[in-house]
C-alpha cells in the first residue's frame, strides 16, 4: 500500500513498519497519527484530536499570558501520559465517557 499519491514516490507501510510499529497499541497509534494521520480512521481521527488538543500529553513552555503551549511533533509527545491514561482517552473520544467526569483521572 503506498503511503504517498505521488507517481515518483514508492514509500510502503512495510517500509516504515520499524518507525511505526510498536507492541503497546497507544505507542503504535501515536507512531502512526504524528506521521501518517491520513492513514487513521474516523474513529482514530477524533481519538488523535482529543490527544492533540491535550496540552498534558505534549512537551512545551507557558507563554507570556502564562498559558501552556505546545506543538504537536514527535519529539513533544509524552507517550507515556498517552499510555498511562489510553483507556480513558479511547473512552472519552468513543462517548462512552464525558470529559467533566474524567477531570480527576486526566487533566484535560
Known amino acids: 500500500?503506498?503511503?504517498?499519491?505521488?507517481?515518483?514516490?514508492?514509500s510502503t507501510i512495510?517500509?516504515?513498519s520499524d518507525v511505526l510499529w510498536d507492541v503497546d497499541e497507544a505507542d503504535r497509534f501515536v507512531n502512526v497519527a504524528?506521521?501518517?494521520?491520513?492513514?487513521?480512521?474516523?474513529?482514530?481521527?477524533t481519538l488523535w484530536k482529543l490527544i492533540r488538543e491535550n496540552?498534558?500529553?505534549?512537551r512545551g513552555?507557558?507563554?507570556r499570558e502564562n498559558k501552556?503551549?505546545?506543538?504537536?511533533?514527535?519529539?513533544s509527545a509524552i507517550v507515556e501520559r498517552i499510555r498511562e491514561h489510553w483507556n480513558d482517552f479511547r473512552a472519552a473520544a468513543s462517548g462512552d465517557v464525558e470529559f467533566d467526569d474524567m477531570e480527576d483521572d486526566?487533566?484535560?
Open 1 to 10: 500500500m503506498p503511503l504517498s499519491s505521488s507517481a515518483e514516490d514508492t
Open 14 to 16: 512495510w517500509k516504515h
Open 34 to 45: 504524528l506521521r501518517y494521520p491520513e492513514l487513521l480512521t474516523h474513529d482514530e481521527q
Open 55 to 58: 496540552g498534558y500529553c505534549w
Open 61 to 63: 513552555h507557558y507563554n
Open 68 to 75: 501552556w503551549t505546545w506543538k504537536v511533533e514527535p519529539d
Open 106 to 108: 486526566v487533566p484535560f
